[in-house]
């Protein structure tokens, strides 16, 4: 930090052979206008490799602002507007942004607010959160482009809407070791948005879903400090049996089911109560003849038949094979699982 009226010396990398600009905000008020400081400059090295200034603050009650990130800057070639988008943004420590922020600050109009974000964005140097919003980089990106990650863009979105979400399907079959194959994109049970959507180069399957149905969740910390919230071991064990339409998951969720209770990482107890929770019926005959088959105490599958009302209609164990096998009059259920 700059202390003001005082001199700073600093020592940057600088691969241009443009001058350079500083700027200052203004700690009266929001309005934050630009002034330049003066910068007195001594070339170091032939080819203006490093460039040692003495930066002398003209104005009292001023802030230092933001200094470029010289090595990126040489990479985008930022203009005089886009330094000050960044000088802003990262003095307030802004990570969203959306259309109408910047028309005080930067003393924009609403066209040149639009065309700023937008070319930020087809340069990569912001990523559109949805339309009107955006995320930046807490520093200008190497390389020139900048692209936050997977986690924190689902997160970021889902914040955006006031919304919460939690990672179910492949992403959680895969978190658990039963299924080898990495997702290429994000499938988020949540409680806001339905359809496909794109954060950058993530791409996203948003299963909207009542809030009732959330919850059954494990958080994980990224080494970036984004907290990831994901289907716990019991819950996407029962989503694979519940949603096996959606995520092809039948019959192979069953086998699942079967090494998780060898493995004591579950329980015929626990899987009945979080389905209990957060399934329907036919995912309860569907788990309660499993675990029948599996030797479940008696306890525990009289509590599940509680919940089932009689039916006569028959559903069969693998909605995916031909309906041929016995029937199980107490489950309701048609057992074509293959052997």
């Known amino acids: 930090m700059l202390e003001y009226g005082r001199r700073m010396r600093c020592m940057a990398y600088l691969g241009l052979k443009v001058p350079l600009a500083l700027w200052i905000f203004s700690r009266k008020g929001d309005s934050a206008a630009l002034w330049p400081v003066t910068l007195v400059r001594r070339t170091v090295g032939r080819d203006l490799t490093f460039l040692e200034t003495e930066c002398i603050v003209l104005l009292d009650n001023a802030l230092w602002g933001y200094l470029p990130d010289l090595e990126h800057t040489m990479a985008t070639s930022l203009g005089s507007l886009e330094t000050q988008f960044f000088a802003y943004v990262q003095m307030r420590r802004i990570e969203t942004l959306r259309s109408g922020d910047l028309l005080q600050p930067l003393g924009l109009d609403i066209e040149q607010e639009r065309k700023l974000l937008s070319r930020l964005a087809r340069r990569g140097l912001i990523v559109r959160l949805k339309r009107?919003?955006?995320?930046?980089?807490?520093?200008?990106?190497?390389?020139?482009?900048?692209?936050?990650?997977?986690?924190?863009?689902?997160?970021?979105?889902?914040?955006?809407?006031?919304?919460?979400?939690?990672?179910?399907?492949?992403?959680?079959?895969?978190?658990?070791?039963?299924?080898?194959?990495?997702?290429?994109?994000?499938?988020?049970?949540?409680?806001?948005?339905?359809?496909?959507?794109?954060?950058?180069?993530?791409?996203?399957?948003?299963i909207r879903v009542a809030d009732y149905r959330l919850g059954g969740t494990d958080v994980v910390t990224t080494p970036e400090g984004v907290n990831v919230?994901?289907?716990?071991?019991?819950?996407?064990?029962?989503?694979?049996?519940?949603?096996?339409?959606?995520?092809?998951?039948?019959?192979?969720?069953?086998?699942?089911?079967?090494?998780?209770?060898?493995?004591?990482?579950?329980?015929?107890?626990?899987?009945?109560?979080?389905?209990?929770?957060?399934?329907?019926?036919?995912?309860?005959?569907?788990?309660?003849?499993?675990?029948?088959?599996?030797?479940?105490?008696?306890?525990?599958?009289?509590?599940?038949?509680?919940?089932?009302?009689?039916?006569?209609?028959?559903?069969?164990?693998?909605?995916?094979?031909?309906?041929?096998?016995?029937v199980d009059r107490k489950w309701g259920v048609l057992v074509n699982e293959p052997k």
């Not at 980089?137 to 919460?164: K, V």
């Not at 109560?273 to 309860?284: C, M, P, W």
Request: hydrophobic share 35%; glycine share 10%.
């Open 132 to 206: 009107g919003t955006y995320l930046v980089p807490p520093r200008l990106p190497p390389g020139g482009r900048w692209s936050p990650g997977e986690f924190l863009a689902l997160a970021s979105l889902m914040a955006d809407c006031e919304g919460t979400y939690q990672l179910c399907g492949p992403n959680a079959f895969h978190r658990y070791g039963w299924d080898d194959q990495v997702p290429n994109r994000l499938y988020a049970y949540n409680n806001r948005l339905s359809g496909q959507r794109k954060v950058g180069p993530t791409e996203i399957t948003l």
């Open 229 to 326: 919230v994901y289907a716990s071991r019991t819950r996407a064990l029962i989503d694979a049996v519940y949603d096996w339409s959606r995520f092809g998951s039948l019959p192979r969720a069953y086998g699942w089911i079967r090494a998780e209770l060898a493995g004591n990482r579950t329980s015929a107890a626990d899987l009945v109560r979080v389905a209990k929770r957060y399934s329907n019926i036919s995912t309860l005959r569907r788990l309660g003849k499993l675990l029948e088959m599996e030797g479940a105490s008696e306890a525990v599958l009289r509590g599940l038949r509680k919940q089932i009302p009689p039916s006569r209609a028959l559903i069969p164990l693998v909605p995916t094979l031909p309906k041929r096998g016995t």
